[in-house]
C-alpha cells in the first residue's frame, strides 16, 4: 500500500513538472499602456497672464492664487507659458509651483482587438466540424473567425478562407496585430485560416482530432495576412 501511494505521489509530481497536471489557462497578448506626463503650473500669489514674456506686455487674463493651469511650454528665463480660457500666455515662474502628472492611455483599437482574441479563446477545446458555423456545437476554420468576428468585433465577413482572404487589407507579419487573419494554403490555394493572438501565436478550429486550439503562427508557413479591424 505505502508503495502504492509513493507511485501515485510520484506520477503527480511528474505530471505536475510537464505542466499536466493542472491545464494552463490560455491568454491573449497584454494592452500595451501609454504613459504620457503633463506639467502643470499652480499659482502660489496672484499674477497677469502677460501675452508676451516680457513686463511690458498686455494683460491677456489674471490667474488666481491656488488655480492650477496646464503649462505648454518648459519653463525659460523667469517665464513659463501656460493655457488660460482666453488662450495662452506667461506668467513669471517664480509665481507659480510647477507639477506633473501621469497619464495613462489606452488605444481604443488595441483593447477591441484584445476583446475578440478573449472572445476567441474562451471556445478553446471545442469540436472541429466540417462546415459548422458555431463554436458552441461545432464549427470549421472559417466558420470560427465569422462567428469570433460577426460576434466580438462586430464584423460580417464571408464563409470560406479563400474569400475572407480578399477582405479587409493585407498586412505584413511584422504589422500583424490581435485580431488579423492569418491564412495557410498549398500549392497556391488557400485551405485554412486562424485568427491571431499577437505574440507569434494563433487561436484556430484546427482538425477533427485536435479542435479548437492555440499553436504557434509557424506551425505551418502563413501565406498571407488580413487585417479586417478598424
Same mark, same amino acid.
Given at each position: 500500500?505505502?508503495?502504492?501511494?509513493?507511485?501515485?505521489?510520484?506520477?503527480?509530481?511528474?505530471?505536475?513538472?510537464?505542466?499536466?497536471? /493542472?491545464?494552463?489557462?490560455?491568454?491573449?497578448?497584454?494592452?500595451?499602456?501609454?504613459?504620457?506626463?503633463?506639467?502643470?503650473?499652480?499659482?502660489?500669489?496672484?499674477?497677469?497672464?502677460?501675452?508676451?514674456?516680457?513686463?511690458?506686455?498686455?494683460?491677456?487674463?489674471? $490667474?488666481?492664487?491656488?488655480? /492650477?493651469? =496646464?503649462?505648454?511650454? $518648459?519653463?525659460?528665463?523667469?517665464?513659463?507659458?501656460?493655457?488660460?480660457? *482666453?488662450?495662452?500666455?506667461? &506668467?513669471?515662474?517664480?509665481?507659480?509651483?510647477?507639477?506633473?502628472?501621469? *497619464? =495613462?492611455?489606452?488605444?481604443?483599437?488595441?483593447?477591441?482587438?484584445?476583446?475578440?482574441?478573449?472572445?476567441?479563446? *474562451?471556445?478553446?477545446?471545442?469540436?472541429?466540424?466540417? @462546415?459548422?458555423?458555431?463554436?458552441?456545437?461545432?464549427?470549421?476554420?472559417?466558420?470560427?473567425?465569422?462567428?469570433?468576428? @460577426?460576434?466580438?468585433?462586430?464584423?460580417? &465577413?464571408?464563409?470560406?478562407?479563400?474569400?475572407?482572404?480578399? =477582405?479587409?487589407?493585407?498586412?505584413?507579419?511584422?504589422?500583424?496585430?490581435?485580431?488579423?487573419?492569418?491564412?495557410?494554403?498549398?500549392?497556391?490555394? &488557400?485551405?485554412?485560416? $486562424?485568427?491571431?493572438? @499577437?505574440? @507569434?501565436?494563433?487561436?484556430?478550429?484546427?482538425?477533427?482530432?485536435?479542435?479548437? &486550439?492555440?499553436?504557434?503562427?509557424?506551425?505551418?508557413?502563413?501565406?498571407?495576412?488580413?487585417?479586417?479591424?478598424?
Amino acid at each position: 500500500m505505502k508503495n502504492k501511494m509513493w507511485k501515485a505521489f510520484g506520477l503527480l509530481g511528474l505530471l505536475a513538472g510537464l505542466g499536466l497536471a /493542472t491545464p494552463a489557462k490560455v491568454h491573449g497578448a497584454e494592452i500595451a499602456v501609454e504613459t504620457s506626463t503633463t506639467l502643470y503650473a499652480k499659482i502660489d500669489v496672484p499674477v497677469s497672464v502677460l501675452n508676451t514674456a516680457n513686463p511690458s506686455g498686455s494683460i491677456l487674463s489674471n $490667474a488666481e492664487e491656488g488655480k /492650477t493651469y =496646464e503649462v505648454m511650454e $518648459a519653463p525659460k528665463d523667469g517665464w513659463v507659458r501656460i493655457k488660460v480660457p *482666453q488662450g495662452e500666455g506667461y &506668467i513669471k515662474s517664480s509665481s507659480a509651483t510647477l507639477i506633473e502628472k501621469a *497619464q =495613462e492611455k489606452v488605444d481604443k483599437s488595441a483593447l477591441k482587438r484584445q476583446e475578440v482574441v478573449d472572445y476567441a479563446l *474562451q471556445f478553446v477545446g471545442g469540436r472541429y466540424v466540417y @462546415g459548422g458555423v458555431n463554436p458552441n456545437t461545432g464549427v470549421d476554420c472559417s466558420g470560427f473567425t465569422r462567428y469570433v468576428l @460577426g460576434n466580438a468585433g462586430g464584423v460580417n &465577413i464571408s464563409r470560406s478562407s479563400r474569400s475572407q482572404s480578399v =477582405e479587409g487589407r493585407t498586412v505584413s507579419y511584422q504589422n500583424a496585430r490581435a485580431g488579423d487573419l492569418v491564412f495557410y494554403g498549398k500549392n497556391g490555394s &488557400i485551405n485554412h485560416v $486562424a485568427l491571431y493572438m @499577437g505574440d @507569434g501565436r494563433v487561436v484556430h478550429a484546427s482538425t477533427e482530432k485536435t479542435g479548437i &486550439i492555440v499553436t504557434n503562427v509557424m506551425y505551418r508557413k502563413p501565406v498571407k495576412f488580413v487585417s479586417v479591424l478598424n
